[in-house]
């Protein structure tokens, strides 16, 4: 049997999430994917009417086949914690079992298990405020949303996940060295993911064969990404001063994520593994 992969964070085809549910497709894995509820309209529309048909185009010429689109908004837990205002909310009102839980619930009654949980998403209102500016629901909010998310996700799907099964999330260097634009709390949040990958690794392997993986991906130009502003300048950064001078494209993170997911990664757990044109490794510009 092929693999199944719920992919969290795709409301595009601009994005890691979607390079990385292309790249398992064309490695035969079955897609599921979660998109967060104000974004799921105009994606399940847009899928519909073929306006991303030229990027579902996969190596052998068939098209990327999504199995099923679940809502999702990954800072809620369960029914109980969503506030009035965000039930009542038109953008929320029209969808229903968008909470982690209550995904984990449903991809349980639709499939029975998974393989593969890819957790290619992130959120920082204020990741244009430097760290010293941010207040502090603003930090809570980006470390919600972008950190314990994964934990909520991991925790949720790991009963439905069959052993020597791969979880992969999506990191940046600001983690661990100083980039000055990624604000909001935005670094800090990264590293919590970053070190939860290795906590998460022991937890979820000791008890359930299961490997915890996270990218530490470099610069793309995807809608998130956009949204902080300095996107470009990293961009041509990257291609002044990496070892490799290119453009990253977003396929080769999906490539990556495709190995990490793989068997031929059955050794690999608890690793932050830099798709990145090799800039991490350099201390100096040049
Ligand atoms: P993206 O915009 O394609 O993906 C982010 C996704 O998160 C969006 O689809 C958005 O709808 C979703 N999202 C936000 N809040 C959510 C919530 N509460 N519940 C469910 N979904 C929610 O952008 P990108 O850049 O591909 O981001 C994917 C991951 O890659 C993120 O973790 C990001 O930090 C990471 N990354 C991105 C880099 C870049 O330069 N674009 C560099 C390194 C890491």
New binding site residues.
């Given amino acids: 049997r092929g693999k199944r992969a719920f992919i ?5 085809d ?5 390079a990385i549910a292309k790249s398992l497709a064309a490695a035969g894995a079955e897609i599921l994917v ?6 799921l309209n105009i994606f399940e529309t847009s899928l519909r009417r073929g306006k991303f048909d030229e990027s579902r185009v996969l190596p052998d010429g068939s098209l990327m086949e999504i199995t099923k689109v679940y809502p ?4 809620y837990d369960s029914l109980e914690d969503v506030p009035e205002d965000v039930k009542n909310n038109k953008r929320y009102a029209g969808s229903s079992n968008w909470t982690v839980k209550e995904v984990a619930e449903t991809v349980k009654q639709d499939f029975g298990t998974i393989d593969i949980l890819v ?5 920082g209102p204020e990741v244009s405020k430097p760290l010293l500016e941010t207040s502090r629901n603003g930090y809570l909010a980006a470390v919600s ?2 950190s314990y ?1 994964y934990v909520s996700l991991l925790k949720h799907f790991i009963p439905i996940m069959n052993p020597g099964g791969s979880s992969l ?5 600001a983690s661990e060295r100083i980039i000055p634009g990624y604000g909001g709390g ?1 670094s800090s949040a ?1 590293a919590a ?1 970053e070190s939860d990958t290795r906590v998460l690794a022991f937890e979820a392997g000791r008890q359930h064969k299961i490997r915890v993986n996270t ?11 956009k ?1 902080i502003g300095f ?1 470009d300048t ?1 961009i041509e950064y990257s291609i002044a001063n990496a070892p490799l001078q290119k453009e990253l494209s ?1 396929d080769e993170v999906g490539n990556a994520a495709a190995f990490l997911a793989s068997p031929l990664a059955s050794a690999i757990t608890g690793a932050v593994i830099y798709v990145d044109n090799g800039l991490n490794a350099m201390g100096v510009g040049v």
């Fill in positions: 969290a964070g795709i409301a595009d601009n994005g890691y999430g979607w979660g998109t967060w509820v104000p974004a999702l908004d990954a800072v957790h290619s998403l992130a959120n949303a972008s998310s999330s999506l990191t940046y260097i935005m990264k993911l990218i530490s991906a470099g610069p793309l130009r995807s809608r998130a990404a949204a996107i990293m977003a």
